[in-house]
């Protein structure tokens, strides 16, 4: 019987460990509400506030009318959640920190690309490009189509956890690539990258898609950097307003 005591954390308790132990696999179905507190000898509140908790966390999808099942993946939105606070407050301490990140989980997304890409997917990332090319004088859609060929790299590398973990920035890295495309001069050097590190991960050379796509990431933060130096020095503005909303 599960202890009385925090009985609704015992219960996200009992079902994480049976899943860590491989005694529970994705998709299999959690027994009936019933069942469970038959056996745990626990209220409905208790068990149905558990697993609340479970499906929270993202450890347990909840269908209604056919009750709870181990979920199949990751939930990246669980694992966003965990990040509010830190995202809660906007400084350029933490827009460094989300950058180097970036740098070390794109550098290795790039890796992975270079070593799997297919001819499809060189086909949808040139596409990107070309797209690009052609919004050279469109800020906005720039950085949207910027965001797209990073999320595309991941999708072809072909890893789910570094999808996900990339999926927990997404928000903050498209704010910061909407602002970094307002520069003419950053969306030039944006692409010009890009197409290094495409033509990387068509060589299939993985040491510099790695090394190019970190240079890149580097790149942004430093031009970034440098364009709130340059409000300061025409003294319109003291900063950057937008520096630390990445």
């Known amino acids: 019987m599960i202890n009385r005591v925090s009985t ?10 049976r899943i860590r132990a491989g005694e529970l696999r994705p998709g ?5 509400e019933r069942q469970l ?3 745990f000898g626990i209220s409905r509140f208790s068990l149905r506030e558990g697993l609340a908790k479970l499906q929270a966390l993202g450890i ?3 269908v209604h009318g056919k009750g709870a099942f181990v979920a199949e993946e990751m939930s990246s939105s669980s694992l966003e959640n965990v990040f509010v606070p830190f995202f809660a407050v906007r400084d350029d301490g933490r827009l460094r920190d989300l950058f180097e990140a970036r740098n070390v989980i794109e550098g290795e997304v790039a890796v992975c690309a270079a070593e799997r890409r297919t001819e499809a997917d060189l086909v949808r990332l040139r596409r990107l490009l070309d797209e690009m090319k052609e919004a050279l004088d469109e800020p906005d859609r720039f950085g949207d189509l910027d965001y797209r060929f990073h999320h595309e790299i ?8 570094f999808l ?4 927990i920035l997404t928000a903050d890295v498209r704010r910061f690539l909407l602002e970094h495309a307002r520069s003419p001069r950053s969306r030039r050097a944006a692409l010009r990258t890009h197409r290094e590190i495409l033509a990387s991960i068509e060589k299939q050379d993985v040491a510099s898609a790695g090394r190019i796509m970190r240079r890149h990431i580097g790149g942004c933060l430093k031009n ?4 709130g ?4 020095s025409r003294g319109s503005q003291g900063r950057n307003p937008q520096v630390g909303r990445s």
């Open 154 to 161: 991941a999708v072809v590398a072909g890893n789910r956890f």
């Open 28 to 32: 299999d179905p959690l027994p009936s």
């Open 164 to 167: 996900r973990m990339l999926a």
């Open 60 to 62: 347990v999808n909840i």
């Open 224 to 227: 970034y950097a440098k364009s």
């Open 37 to 39: 507190r038959r056996d």
């Open 8 to 17: 609704s954390e015992a219960v996200v308790n009992h079902f994480r460990d």
């Open 229 to 232: 130096r340059e409000v300061d």
